[in-house]
């Protein structure tokens, strides 16, 4: 066997040794990525259990884990209904916030004036606290569901708007230019240019709206304050610290915070279902 030989049979085993650490190195992450998260998760509920046993903290003032698991089972009927009526607050917000932002990031890019003129309109809704806005919003509106959807609106609507005109004026000059020299008109250009450039924009905004909207809705209701059939989660809250119910306190923030979590990882998983094929940001590389 020639030296020549040798040397590429070494490079050949070099080559599949690197192949097979990258590939257990994927593995691990795959399952890190999984399983410490859990482990974390599992760690700090055993570290609130002990410390309230340890310390004979009384439930009224931090209840155990499993007996806020026990009260969520036991108030599921009334929790659910109010967990309903959140989560549509939320979502028609989201809807209205995709639809108007959308629609209004179109019309600033094609209307440099209109932009300049509505632009800052939108940042001094952003930046004035929800919660100086809300009780204003809720003595000019009677209908109820309509303030809560506006309140919930307001803070989802400008990472829509703000990140999809953005990502409307971030086309490549060249291609831009390239479209002027073969006449395409601006419908064109926006159809075939720049709304495929800008939808990764858009969907960073989405899973930023997603969770503003929740904190909208809920502190709408905060604001509105009123019972009944038609109370969500923060209601039920408020209600429960009321009557020092810490436990049902507890089991609607829960919910709350599991309703956030599935907003982020519905909007995480169709952003990867749409640029996985062709943005960088969602393309797997070897390597």
């Given amino acids: 066997m020639s030296v020549t030989e040798i040397d ?9 040794e690197e192949e097979l650490r990258y590939a257990r190195a994927q593995k691990r992450e795959k399952i890190g990525k999984w399983v410490l998260p859990i482990i974390m998760l599992t ?20 209840p155990r884990p499993g007996l806020v698991l026990e009260t969520l ?28 932002g959308v629609g209004l990031a179109v019309i ?7 932009e300049m003129s509505f632009y800052p309109f939108a940042v001094i809704l952003q930046v004035t606290p929800i919660v100086a806005i809300a009780p ?16 919930a609106w307001i803070v989802a609507f400008f990472p829509i708007l703000s990140n999809t005109t953005l990502g409307l004026n971030s086309v490549d000059h060249n291609l831009r230019d390239l479209y002027k020299i073969y006449g395409a008109s601006r419908w064109q250009r926006l ?3 720049q709304l495929p450039a800008a939808l990764p924009y858009f969907l960073g905004g989405l899973r930023i709206a997603g969770g503003l909207s929740l904190i909208g809705a809920v502190v709408a209701e905060y604001v509105a304050g009123t ?24 089991a609607a923030l829960l919910l709350i915070a599991g309703t956030g979590v599935s907003i982020f990882a519905v909007t995480s998983l169709l952003t990867h279902l749409l640029l996985r094929k062709w943005h960088e940001s969602a393309l797997k590389r070897e390597g």
């Fill in 191 to 193: 159809r075939y240019l």
């Fill in 8 to 16: 590429k049979m070494a490079a050949t085993a070099l080559i599949d």
């Fill in 227 to 250: 019972g009944g059939m038609g109370s969500g989660l923060a209601f039920r809250i408020l209600e429960a610290s009321y009557r020092l119910n810490i436990p049902r306190m507890f």
């Fill in 73 to 100: 089972i036991k108030d599921w009927p009334i929790l659910w209904q109010s967990l309903l009526v959140t989560l549509k607050i939320t979502l028609m917000a989201l809807a209205v916030a995709v639809v108007g």
């Fill in 136 to 151: 204003l919003i809720f003595i000019y509106i009677d209908n109820k569901i309509v303030a809560l959807l506006t309140v």
């Fill in 43 to 62: 760690l700090v509920i055993f570290a609130w259990d002990r410390v309230v046993v340890m310390n004979n903290i009384p439930h009224y003032i931090l």
């Fill in 108 to 114: 600033f890019t094609q209307s440099r004036f209109l």
